[in-house]
């Protein structure tokens, strides 16, 4: 392979990290003491740049969605990305960094056969992430994937925030081509599963076939609720879920001139943003006086409501929905006070309702969730993932259900490392454990909202910034102890929390200061 010099040692500073470009390739150098890492140096994920990101110790964090890569291998740690980075040999000669392409990867070894049979039902974040890192990880038995859609895995995040705005963006999607599956002899099959037995391992699907397994993961995320209101059933009601309501909503858009967003949620007022870029008139309705009170305060819900002001969307808060009002199609909708909003089409977002009523032999939440152990575990060969888990904080704190795709990701890769480790006489809580620190994002008119860490309540927000801008830092402290943040227009701060937050859960809003990114600062 021929060998590139690209700089000298003594031009890179210890923990110093500089982009080059050699044949084309994008290259991330990195020093550390004498040696030189060498990987892509662009998130496969929505191409960011990761000389921006955070360098913590070994990894990497991507600046924008907070995906991570181990800085010596290009190995994936954290998603939203799926993919790892490429990793370039370097070698230093008399203080000069030499590089070298390598050429493709050779065939993966051949491995011994495995009879066992894992059943993942749910092609979304979880199901998806699942079934890849069982190939990954060298399993060799069957993976078979079960879903109601038939398309290729795709990233489900961009239908609220992309698909119905016509913004560009940059996010892989579909996660992996349909190569992909076959090549890793991943069998997708459409089906809608009417029932799984838990004890005697066996998944019943609408079309009369059956399955047994060894192992079975259940990702069948959440489905939007449907009000029962007068009208809901007319025509241009729509539900945002999968891809196919996403292109109905958009095919309506384009002949009309007025919608109206029922509910105040991140996924509704994603919607409100999405179609306020495509230049409809738009209401928004909700009970709440102040969308994302309960999640982010009052003071960083109103940022939103602002924001959305000054594009021009209208806002009913602490309205209730009457009924909705049309002939065949909707036409109008009436609220509790008599109001009318005139509409060519509604959205309806008003949360969600896990997908879990085919399941028998584990117990059920009030909410329809499954409780987990930190593995992930519901049951003897039984997992769950996703928006569907309720799972320990941190690993041992108190149960949560977090509904994003990047937890559910992680859910996914957890769930199939302990499904491929650790089966028959699985002891409960042993295996890889889900400890991280939960994370979501937000997008609307291209502003991304990142928030870190789970609060239920606070005694304190604190921020750093600028709510009129907006660009702050918000701190939400509870007995002296910063338990979440969230941050508008800092992305390195957020990607610092993010490793902070990983490392101990005890932070005071003085330790962490203004501007956490600056303990990871690496020279230029």
Request: proline share 6%.
């Amino acid at each position: 392979m021929p060998e590139h010099h690209v700089a000298s040692l003594t031009d890179l500073a210890d923990g110093a990290m500089r982009t080059i470009e050699v044949e084309d390739h994008p290259i991330l150098l990195i020093r550390e003491a004498q040696t030189v890492h060498a990987i892509g140096a662009v998130c496969p994920h929505a191409g960011a740049p990761l000389d921006q990101g955070i360098r913590n110790a070994g990894r990497i964090v991507c600046p924008w969605h907070k995906a991570a890569f181990c800085i010596r291998t290009g190995a994936l740690l954290d998603p939203p990305a799926v993919d790892p980075l490429p990793r370039y040999d370097v070698r230093i000669d008399a203080q000069r960094i030499l590089l070298s392409i390598p050429p493709a990867e050779p065939a993966s070894p051949t491995l011994p056969p495995d009879r066992r049979s894992f059943v993942i039902i749910g092609a979304g974040a979880s199901g998806a992430l699942a079934a890849q890192t069982l190939r990954e990880t060298g399993f060799n038995g069957r993976v078979i994937m079960l879903d109601r859609d038939n398309r290729v895995p795709y990233d489900r995040t961009v239908l609220s925030k992309y698909t119905l705005s016509g913004e560009p963006n940059a996010e892989k999607s579909p996660l992996q081509s349909q190569s992909f599956y076959r090549q890793h002899q991943i069998e997708r099959r459409t089906a809608r599963v009417t029932r799984l037995d838990a004890t005697q391992k066996r998944v019943d699907c609408a079309d009369g076939s059956s399955l047994t397994y060894d192992a079975a993961l259940l990702a069948t995320g959440a489905d939007p609720v449907l009000p029962k209101l007068p009208g809901a059933d007319l025509g241009n009601v729509f539900l945002l879920r999968r891809r196919s309501d996403a292109e109905a909503i958009l095919a309506q858009a384009e002949c009309s001139q007025r919608a109206v967003v029922l509910g105040a949620s991140f996924i509704a007022m994603e919607v409100a943003a999405s179609l306020r870029e495509r230049g409809l008139d738009v209401t928004v309705v909700g009970q709440e006086t102040v969308p994302f009170a309960k999640q982010l305060g009052e003071r960083i819900g109103n940022v939103f409501v602002g924001l959305h002001r000054s594009k021009g969307v209208e806002f009913r808060l602490g309205q209730k929905v009457q009924a909705l009002q049309g002939e065949s199609n909707v036409q109008a909708v009436i609220l509790a006070d008599g109001q009318r909003l005139d509409a060519d089409l509604v959205v309806i977002g008003f949360g969600v309702q896990p997908v879990t009523g085919y399941l028998q032999g584990v117990p059920l939440n009030p909410d329809g969730s499954v409780t987990v152990d930190a593995t992930l575990r519901a049951a003897d060969g039984l997992y769950a993932a996703g928006d569907i888990a309720r799972f320990p904080l941190h690993g041992d704190g108190p149960p949560i259900r977090v509904e994003h795709w990047r937890v559910a990701q992680q859910h996914g890769r957890i769930a199939a490392l302990n499904m491929a480790g650790n089966m028959a006489g699985t002891i409960a809580g042993q295996g890889a454990r889900y400890d991280a620190t939960p994370v979501f994002w937000t997008i609307q008119y291209m502003k991304r909202l990142d928030y870190i860490g789970h609060a239920a309540n606070w005694d304190d927000i604190i921020i750093h910034g600028d709510l009129e801008k907006p660009e702050f830092l918000a701190y939400y402290v509870k007995n002296g102890r910063v338990i979440a943040a969230a941050g508008l227009d800092r992305d390195q701060d957020t990607a610092a929390l993010i490793e902070l937050f990983n490392q101990r859960h005890d932070w005071t809003p003085d330790a962490l200061g203004a501007t956490p990114a600056e303990r990871f600062k690496t020279p230029r």
